[in-house]
């Protein structure tokens, strides 16, 4: 999986941070128990949550050449949106104590 842009970015502005960045992202994107699918899919949902427009138009289209379905891409972005949703539910209770 290739990394994102801003990522690369820091080989030229912080080497060292950039060797460590990119291992960490090497070890988490490493086949394991998780495919390379899944992985993508939750990466595209993260994304989705954060708001990183970008990141999920690349990875939707890294999930696709894996093999994901529409409907996979579907129920990842409604996965992202009840875990953010649940989110501002959560913390807008406050506005009741």
């Given at each position: 999986?290739?990394?994102?842009?801003?990522?690369?970015?820091?080989?030229?502005r912080?080497?060292?941070?950039y060797?460590?960045?990119?291992?960490?992202?090497?070890?988490?994107?490493?086949?394991?128990?998780?495919?390379?699918?899944?992985?993508?899919l939750?990466?595209?949902?993260?994304?989705?949550?954060h708001?990183?427009?970008?990141?999920?138009?690349?990875?939707?289209?890294?999930?696709?050449?894996?093999?994901a379905?529409?409907?996979e891409?579907?129920?990842?972005?409604?996965?992202?949106?009840?875990?953010?949703?649940?989110g501002?539910?959560?913390?807008?209770?406050?506005?009741?104590?």
């Open positions: 999986m290739p990394l994102p842009a801003f990522i690369e970015a820091l080989a030229g912080d080497p060292e941070f060797r460590a960045v990119k291992a960490v992202a090497e070890t988490a994107m490493a086949p394991g128990a998780l495919d390379a699918k899944t992985k993508t939750i990466t595209l949902a993260l994304d989705a949550a708001g990183a427009s970008e990141g999920v138009a690349v990875l939707a289209r890294q999930a696709r050449d894996l093999g379905s529409e409907e891409i579907r129920e990842a972005l409604r996965l992202a949106y009840f875990v953010a949703g649940n501002v539910l959560a913390t807008g209770g406050a506005a009741y104590r």
